[in-house]
Structures are given as structure tokens and as C-alpha cells.
């Protein structure tokens, strides 16, 4: 029985199985081709064919012509690997033929066996690949070794009539050899930066280590090392990289740290690098280089520095963030350092360094002046540099509220007083605020002013005028006048900070004596210091103050005031009180409240005994013992003038002009006492900041 097919869809059947299936149908054959059509792709064919073999030959032309023409160069270059081949390849054998190098092998070979050790094979070989191409990178951007160009800028600071009073900027100085700095230059910047310099070093397998450790630490460390100086290092951190001493570093700049410090030491003699870190070395704020430092702060070449003045350079380049016209006692004191570490070198006896230390203590930079020494200008230029912009100009004109005749007469003042003191460690200086509260005379004390948000506010009112890059940014020609007790307490404040002692002094504060009194509408404050008690504690700074105001009052007569029995007569009419007596009670008799006149009696710096009763000084928590005797040394039988205060015994006494509140409270004889007004409390902070008295 045969099966016959069946369909279920149309146009698709069932296979028959039994029999073979029909192979599928041949496709018609094409049409052959006319004779038209055939001559025409037989020459389109032709034509390609021949087209391309051209191409193919003038290819292969140009390749022999280019191969002949860079075959000398190719050569040439090739020389050298030719050369090193056989060096490399011996120097492989040798590696493979090490013991170490089988067992390395014999190790791989175990570890890939292991399930996970071809995976950690592989890892491995990957770690070191991207440490290959990280180092790679680090070598690709090192810096150059000439350190980086600065900017030429020029600040300068002017007074109100346009003279300069100080100059800040930018500078680089010109490269030198070394034959061309001093021997005294030289010797005191080993002495300063490193002792040890000139010892030998060996840059063996211990040495590569020591350099490549001392790059990861944070500090350099001083005294003797291995692997190589101190110098290259401090040259290649802070001079090449250009990271500052406590700043943050990352991975990369360690590891271009050790590069050059090894790069420098294979390659570069002692003489060499030591020239090239007198050249990159920065000397004060931009300042960079030996040869702008001699130039710019003594006027001569680097070839002609004396040992003092080697030494004072020397100790700029320990701390290159002191002005070198405004922290000349700092510098000074790291110079007799430096001097001390040259006799520790054998490179000057103490005879020398004697002689160059008397030298040093009168030596003083181009430009430095009493105002620079105070701080005034940079704190200045600090509050206008907002007022300038982010970016920093090539050029800025900063002039100030400083009277240049004022000033003129308030430091020969000083001079005064202090050939009067016999200037054994005298210290004499002066502030004048004007009625804006802004600075007309600074004559500094003992350190700068320090960066205080009042002596921001001071600097901010001596503003008058800014020009950056030739055209004006600001300028206030008229400012408002100051609140009374605000400039009063603003000019305690910033004279406590004038007549902080120097970093190395070791003069007693508690010998300060200040006088704050008005001249005009001009307030002045004088301060004078020193190991004696008539200097500090006496009549010193009052009498500082009486030949200012003389001075003051000879250059601006006051005009003449007309008195009130001319002015009844013209009007006919007689002068009234200003104010009539307050409104009374019935059968309510006013309190008395008198005004204590007389020499008074010192119990202790915060009482006095005056006219048979007790006189508690209003806002003082008194001390007693050395700091009432010295209070009462102060005095000195002058006469005292108390007015009520509020309290039954509390007064606010003055000799003279001066507050004695103030006086204890300035001199640190004291404490303030609670919800005391604001000008004692600046006359405390002035004390706690300058650790006088009860605040050592």
C-alpha cells in the first residue's frame, strides 16, 4: 500500500519516504552575451589590470628611492643597538644563568600549576607593567633643572604725597658660575644649608636606597647622611619641584624627587650643584637668586659680599619667608648662626666672626626704614590685594595715607629718646592715627605688627589710592571721621603689637611704658621699652610724646580761638552755661560726687589713697607685691586727677593725660575685671600678646 501525499498548507508537501528526494531545479541559463558587450569588458578589464600594475611599479620606486636616501641614517642609528647587542645579550645569559633567576623560573612554573597562579601570574606581571609605565610618566615630566621661570612683578607702596616708601615684587638674578660669588658667600651658604656638603659621598646600592627613602619623608633631616647632601636635596624639593617646606606632596613628586636627586649626583661635580642652588636659592619673598639678592638689598655684585653681609644672606635662605626690610632683627639673628656654623667648619676663626658680628648688628638692607621695619606696608598691600584681583599684576601703585613730614618727625623723635635712654637696649615706638583712624607716622618698637583684624581695619583706612597696570582701581580721597573710644582702643591695640620684643630678645616686658594723647585731631600713642626703669616705666614715653607734640605743634600752629569775654563784648550779650542742672525732687538733695585731686598713695595696681579715702581704678583687678611697687615707681609722687566712675569708690584716675587704668592694664600690673569698657580690654590683650606682667 502506497502512501499518497497529503497536503496540510498550501505550497509546502510531504516528504515521500519512500522515494529519493528530487534534486532542486536548475536555473535557467543566461543569455549569452552580444558581441557588443563582450569587446567592452574585455577593455574595461584590460584597462584596470594595466592601471593597477603602474601603481605597483612607481610604489616599488619610491619605496627603493626612500630606502636608498634614509639608509645612512637608518645605519647610523642602528650602529649603536648593533654595538649594544651582544652586551645585552651577554648580560642575559648571565642573568639566566644566575641561581636566583632558575629559581624565579622554577617558582613561576609551580605557581602557574596552581589553580589560581596562573591568575596571580598574570596579576603580577600587570602590576609591574603599570609601575613600568608610572615611572615611565614621571621621567617623561620632570621639571627642568633651571627651576621655574616667576613673573616680573613690581608693588609699590607710596605716602600721600607719592613718594615710594617701599618696593615688593618679583626678581630673578642671573645665573652665575661659581668662580663669580664670593668665597664668603659660598662658605656661609654651605654653612647655612649644609655643613657636610663637601664630604664624600658613594652612590652604591646602600646610597641609591638612602636617596630613594629620604625622597618619601616629609622633613629634611639635618647632620651627615648617606647616598648624597643635603643640598641636592633641598635644591631638587624646594627650588626644581618648587614644593614649599611643610606642603603636601603626591606619589609622583616624591618619585621625581629621587630621579633628580641621583640624576644630579651622577652627573653633576660639587661645584656645579652648589652653583646651581646659589642660583635657584630665594632669598625673601621674590627674591630669587644670589645674584639679584646682592644686587637688589646691598647694591654690588656677588663678588664683591662681604662676611657680614654673606652672613645675612645666608640666614634669608634659611627663612625665605622673612622680608628682608622689615624682619631685619630675625635675619640678623640667623646670621650670627650662620657666622657660628662657619667657625664650626674651620672656615672662619672667632676672631673673625667676632669682628663680623659687630658688623652684622648694624647692618641693615637697601630700603629698610623704620616704616618698613614696622610691617605698615605689607599690611597694606595685603588688604589691597582684593581690591587688585585674583590675578596678580605686573605692575600696582599702592599709596597710603602716611605724611612723609609727620613721619620725618617722629622718627628723629625716637632718635632722641633713645640717645637719651643711652640706647642699652632701649626700644622706642610711635603710632598717629588720624580721624578716620587711618595711619599718618609708624615708628616700629620691637617686631612688625603682626596680621591682627585691627590692624586690617587700620590698613584698610590707610588706602587712598590703587593703579594697577597703569589705570585706577580705587581711590577714596574723603573718609569718614572715627568714633572717639573706637580709635582709642584700635591705637592701644596696634601699639601693644608695635612694642612686642623681638623673637630673640630677652629684655622684661614688664619695663614697658606707654602715653596715648590727642595732638589736634590727630591721636598719639609712644611707647617706650628697655631693661631700665626710668626708660620703661618712668617719664619716658611721656616725654617721648611732649617732643612729638612740640614738634607737631611748631609745623601745624593750631589756629587762634577766640575767647568767650571778645565775643560777649562784640554781641553785647553774656556767655551761658552750656547745660542747666538737671530736674530735682522736692526735699531730694543731689548725690556729691567730687573730683579727686593729689599725689596719691599706691596700695595696690588696682587702689590708690587719696584724700583720706580709698580710689578702687574702674575696670583693674589689682596685684600687688612687685607689680605695686613698680606701679608705684610710675608714679612717682606726680599728681593724680580721679572722676566718679559710678561705683562708691570707683574711679577713672589720670596724671596728666594718661589713663592709669590703662597704664596697669597695658603693662600687664593687672587683670581686667569683668564687663570692663573696650579700651581696657585692648590694653589687656596688648599685654597678654606681648606676655608682660601677670601674663609671663
Known sequence: MVAEPMTTQPGRDWLDLSSPPQPPPEPPEAPAPSRVSAVRNGLSADSFFTGLAQVRTGAARAGSAAAGHFQPVLAAAAAPLRRAAPIWQAAAQRVGAHPLASRAAGAARRAGALPWGRALLLAGLGALGVAALFLAWCAATLPPLGGRQPSPRTLTVQAEDGTPIARRGVERGRALRLESVSPAMRQAFLAAQDPWFEDGYRLDASGVAAVIGRAFRDTI?????????RLTQRLVRRDIIGIAPGAPRSLADRVREAMLVLWLSARESGARILARALDLAPFGPGLVGIDAAARGLFGKEAASLGTAEAAYLAGLSLAPGLQPDRDVTAVRALGRAVLDG???RGTLSAAEAAEAGRSLDGLSPAGATPVTRSGFPDLVLAEAADRLGPAAPREAVVRTTLDRGLQAMAEAAAERRLDAAGRAGARA????????????????????????PEARRAASASLRHLGRDGRPVYDRLVAGAMPAAERRTALLTLLAGLTRPPEESDDPASRDGVFVGSVGDLLVGTSVSGTAAENGAGDGPEAFFQDVAAQLAKARPAPPVAEAREGARETGSTARPSARPAWQNPGERPASSPILRGVPRVIDTGRLRLDGQNVRLAGVEGQGGAFAREFRQYLRRREVTCQPAGGADLYRCRAG???????VLFNGGGRAAPGAPPDLQAAEAGAKARKAGVWQ
Not at 633631616?221 to 647632601?229: C, Q
Not at 615706638?429 to 603682626?450: F, H, I, R, S, T
Request: net charge negative; hydrophobic share 35%.
Open 342 to 344: 662657619m667657625v664650626m
Open 429 to 452: 615706638g610711635l603710632l598717629v592715627l588720624g580721624p578716620d583712624g587711618g595711619v599718618q607716622a609708624v615708628v616700629a618698637g620691637g617686631a612688625p605688627l603682626p596680621d591682627t
Open 221 to 229: 633631616s639635618d647632620g651627615p647622611r648617606s647616598g648624597g647632601p
Open 657 to 663: 593725660e594718661q589713663d592709669l587704668s590703662e597704664v
